[in-house]
């Protein structure tokens, strides 16, 4: 999982990067994986974090935004109504995840298709 306790920001000259090391931003990436380990994909029975469903978690340096980058390649594009009930599983997942975030603290949640970095609407 990407990111975990080691940040990286813009360097203010030079347009370098650095990296920063924060116990506190390591906690609250802690604080996320575990709020997202209680969002159970319906009907399987396991969480969105250990199915790799969730691939990479970036957190704000003030702790209170979250980007949540999810890994959409398990649903099948060709079946219009795989993709009906993949629609509604994802909202809910997505629904879910959110609710657990804001649960944990997080004002903020924003989650993007890791493959396309495309930002995914929660209804």
Same mark, same amino acid.
């Given at each position: 999982m &990407? *990111?975990l +306790?080691w ?7 030079? +347009? &370098?990067?650095v !990296?920063?090391? !924060? ?8 604080? #996320?994986i575990? #709020? *997202?380990?209680?969002?159970?994909v /319906?009907?399987?029975?396991?969480? %969105?974090?250990?199915?790799g469903?969730?691939?990479r978690?970036r957190?704000?340096f003030?702790g209170?935004? %979250?980007i ?5 390649s +398990? !649903?099948?594009? &060709? $079946? !219009?109504? $795989? ?5 509604r *599983?994802?909202?809910? %997942? *997505?629904?879910? #995840?959110r ?8 004002r ?5 298709d890791?493959?396309?970095?495309a /930002? %995914?609407v929660?209804t």
């Amino acid at each position: 999982m &990407g *990111l975990l +306790g080691w940040f990286k920001r813009r360097r203010e000259e030079g +347009g &370098g990067r650095v !990296s920063v090391y !924060s116990p506190f931003l390591e906690k609250r990436i802690n604080d #996320a994986i575990e #709020a *997202l380990s209680r969002v159970v994909v /319906p009907g399987y029975d396991v969480d %969105i974090v250990s199915s790799g469903v969730v691939a990479r978690i970036r957190v704000g340096f003030d702790g209170a935004r %979250i980007i949540v980058y999810l890994d959409y390649s +398990g !649903s099948n594009p &060709g $079946c !219009s109504f $795989c993709r009906f009930l993949n629609d509604r *599983l994802w909202d809910k %997942i *997505l629904r879910d #995840a959110r609710r657990r975030l804001e649960e944990a603290g997080f004002r903020e949640a924003i989650f993007l298709d890791v493959a396309t970095r495309a /930002p %995914i609407v929660v209804t």
